[in-house]
């Protein structure tokens, strides 16, 4: 339920031992490598570096294969599961290389089909205006006469050709093809000792001479020929696609031999960080406390020197959070602001339940929040997911759980559906309140008052850490004077409510309290006087601070009204149409509302929870492990 | 009285096409910025989503309090239009101009601050919460406006 203590560990080992050693604690995956004091060589850098091409070529391969192969792999296909020793094997990594070959060599070929084919494309294309022309292109000249391809310009128009032509010569006559967009496709033919001159006359209009040389087809049978060509290519590729395609077996190879791959990088990259020598090596980092026992047990029985230590002065260990299982998946949102740093608190434990308490008001649907656990609960369960998604899942069920609990007091069950179909069906009122406690639609200053109630418990439960940190650090007079005088100034202004008289006496007493003891960093006796008058001014802090909560009403409403204007809305469109509205109206609702309770109820940690006592800047524990993004380990006795 | 009816409506209007303006413009900014993301990556479609659906928000907030609003004058279910004197038509007008004006200003600007975040979501799309967060920091003031609208409106009786 806190932050982990760790220790420093040095250790020095012979260097022939390096790899044994590393792969030792990338299995026990508790000790984190960090850069000892000079670098390593540039030999081991070469290595990492071919690791890191094979991984690139192993993670191409995979999205060929996954182009390119109808895998029966869906979203709730297990992951291979095998054991640590199969996933380091080398049989692993030259399966999966040999697959990996015969992907590129087939993706090689198949890219020489792709040009291949576009080279067929654009040459049919050229052939393609002359398809109407009867006689072969290369039909030359004879004795008295001679043939000419043109293209001209489509702004000319035909009869303006044929006008050119005529001036060029009475013994000459030209035919338009075929016109496209931009171009005429002319035949000209011509008296021998005139074409000359035609094309001339015809080139002043932009015209140009087209040459097929060697053609003695038409262009009908070339671009014949070519389609043939290009249907066969076609089917080489259709082939040669389906050749690249592989079986679930070698795909799950693929995913494997990354995670390999990946484990493997990282032990080059931890060896980098150490100090290799001719005959040693020096390695630094830094393990949980609770794992020293273990550690030293095993580095004892392989001869390692080693030594542990508690952080020194200066030094940055990193930040390991230890919770529950119904705390720990809200590690996440404290780590999306920033991981508590190593001399902190651990803010997840009393972050907690206020994080589901508000979602759960905001969205107070107990449809929704049914739909949600059962989300989370199915995806738990089928997708057996992990990292940062499982605890997402695990947070959809307690926020869930929550908004389903607060959805039964605020009545809302898909909005106001029960009563909505209760008149579409009867045409009569819906006769009961559902709500267990009250419906915030109908009395929302009770709402606003119970908003704000809720941001004072959480504001003063904030302030109550802080004070604990203070008193866990020896300054319990700063926490009676930062947190215990304001803390008599805000039960002042409660008894107020009551006893107006009293509370004022009280509420003067506290700020008093603060007028004499906020100045005293101050040397001077007026700036000590004035420091501590202007820090009443913080009331207006606190003050904002508890308004901001309103957003809890704000939301809550947002969720109900949208709903029962969606379902008011299936009531006026009738009984067919009710559940066509019903179903895409609330799928929207709660994909909108989602989003809205999340970011807020994270925003209340964030800025006016976090902002009380919260010490951030933390760097996550990062251990040397066997990577399992795509793999489960079978765990065995070693 | 037909007057009073006509400022209610006037207000219902306002309420809904003032944010709803502000989120199509806030939205339509995000949905630029992340089209630019989706071209070089189409697996961040996901988190660029949920940026823009931020500024949307305004828009159904607005919606909410014309509805209420329309619920209210029996222009929507119940048993048709009721009387509202051009005094209570004054009081809904002025109850629908809290989230009518901070539901376009603020679904613009916290469209601008998602379509900011979307870079985020190119360059270190592991932080998109964060960017969130910020975007939500606008919403603030749109959430608030929403609640004086509500509560006005709550306080009107016809």
């Known amino acids: ?638 | 009285m037909e007057f009073g009816l006509a400022l209610a409506l006037l207000g219902a209007a306002l309420a809904t096409f003032l944010p709803g303006m502000g989120s199509a413009k806030g939205v339509g900014l995000v949905g630029k910025a992340a089209s630019g993301v989706i071209a070089e990556d189409p697996s961040k479609f996901g988190q660029t989503l949920l940026l823009q659906a931020l500024p949307a928000t305004q828009g159904i907030y607005g919606l909410l309090i014309a509805f209420l609003v329309l619920l209210k004058v029996g222009m929507v279910g119940g048993d048709g239009a009721v009387e509202v004197s051009l005094l209570t038509g004054v009081y809904i007008l002025l109850a629908c101009l809290p989230i009518a004006v901070v539901g376009y200003f603020s679904a613009f600007h916290q469209g601008s601050v998602a379509a900011a975040g979307v870079g985020v979501v190119a360059k270190r799309p592991e932080e998109v919460s964060k960017a969130m967060i910020y975007a939500a920091m606008v919403e603030t003031y749109a959430v608030l406006a929403l609640l004086v609208s509500f509560l006005m409106l709550n306080g009107v009786s016809l």
């Open chain 1, 1 to 638: 339920m806190a932050i982990v203590r760790m220790k420093r560990l040095r250790l020095f080992a012979m260097a022939e031992d390096r790899e044994r050693l590393l792969d030792r604690l990338a299995h026990l995956g508790v000790v984190e490598i960090s850069e000892a004091e000079s670098a390593g060589e540039a030999a081991e850098t070469a290595a990492s570096e071919k690791l890191g091409e094979t991984l690139s070529q192993i993670v191409s391969a995979q999205s060929s294969a996954r182009k390119h192969s109808k895998l029966k792999k869906g979203l709730f296909s297990p992951r291979p599961e095998m054991t640590e020793q199969e996933l380091l094997s080398s049989e692993l990594l030259s399966e999966a290389e040999e697959i990996t070959a015969a992907i590129n060599e087939r993706e090689a070929a198949l890219s020489r089909l792709y040009a291949e084919r576009s080279r067929i494309a654009t040459l049919r294309k050229t052939y393609a205006p002359w398809e109407k022309l009867d006689v072969p292109l290369d039909t030359g000249s004879g004795r008295f006469y001679e043939t000419t391809l043109m293209t001209v310009p489509s702004v000319i128009k035909p009869e303006d050709i044929a006008a050119a032509v005529a001036e060029g010569s009475e013994y000459a006559e030209p035919f338009v093809v075929s016109s496209d967009r931009e171009l005429h496709y002319l035949f000209l033919i011509s008296h021998s000792g005139d074409a000359e001159r035609v094309r001339e006359k015809l080139k002043q209009l932009g015209a140009a001479v087209v040459k097929f040389s060697g053609t003695e087809v038409t262009a009908r049978e070339k671009i014949k020929a070519l389609d043939a060509e290009l249907l066969a290519v076609e089917n080489e590729i259709k082939e040669a696609e389906e050749n690249i395609a592989v079986t679930v077996e070698q795909y799950d190879k693929l995913l494997a031999a990354q995670d390999a791959v990946e484990s493997r990088i990282a032990v080059a990259d931890a060896a980098e960080k150490g100090i290799t020598t001719a005959r040693a090596f020096y390695l630094e980092g830094w393990c949980p406390a609770r794992e020293e026992k273990m550690l030293s047990e095993v580095f004892e029985e392989s001869g390692y020197a080693y030594e542990f230590s508690d952080p020194a002065e200066g030094e940055e260990p990193p930040t390991l959070t230890y919770n529950s299982k119904l705390i720990s998946p809200f590690n996440m949102i404290t780590n999306m602001y920033s991981p508590p740093a190593y001399t902190g608190i651990d803010p997840n434990p009393t972050m907690a339940p206020f994080f589901a308490l508000f979602f759960g008001i905001m969205l107070s649907d107990a449809g929704y929040g049914l739909l949600l656990m059962f989300a989370g609960i199915f995806a738990l369960w089928k997708l057996k997911p992990r990292g940062g998604f499982r605890s997402f899942m695990q947070l959809a069920v307690i926020c869930g759980a929550s908004t389903v609990v607060w959805g039964l007091l605020f009545g809302g069950f898909f909005g106001d559906a029960i009563p909505s179909a209760y008149l579409l069906f009867t045409g009569k009122t819906f006769p009961y309140d559902l709500a267990l406690w009250f419906n915030p639609t109908n009395d929302p200053m009770t709402m606003l008052i119970f908003s704000l109630v809720l941001g004072g418990v959480q504001i003063v439960a904030g302030m109550a850490v802080k004070g604990y940190m203070m008193i866990r650090d020896g300054l319990w007079l700063d926490a009676l004077f930062d947190i215990g005088f304001w803390w008599v100034v805000f039960g002042g202004a409660i008894t107020c409510i009551f006893n107006a008289q009293l509370g004022l006496y009280v509420l003067a007493a506290g700020a008093l309290g603060l007028i004499l003891t906020q100045g005293r960093a101050k040397k001077n006796i007026i700036m000590k006087f004035f420091s501590g008058l202007l820090s009443l001014y913080d009331i207006t802090g606190y003050f904002s601070d508890i308004l901001s909560y309103s957003r809890l009403l704000a939301l809550s409403l947002a969720t109900a009204v949208v709903g029962n204007v969606i379902n008011t809305m299936g009531v006026i469109t009738g009984p067919v149409c009710f559940f066509l509205v019903f179903i895409i109206g609330h799928l929207f609702n709660i994909a909108i509302n989602l989003v809205g309770s999340f970011v807020h109820s994270a925003r209340l940690q964030y800025v006016e929870y976090f902002g009380k006592f919260y010490e951030s800047g933390g760097r996550l524990f990062a251990p040397l492990t066997i990577k399992s993004k795509n793999t489960d380990i079978i765990k065995e006795e070693n």
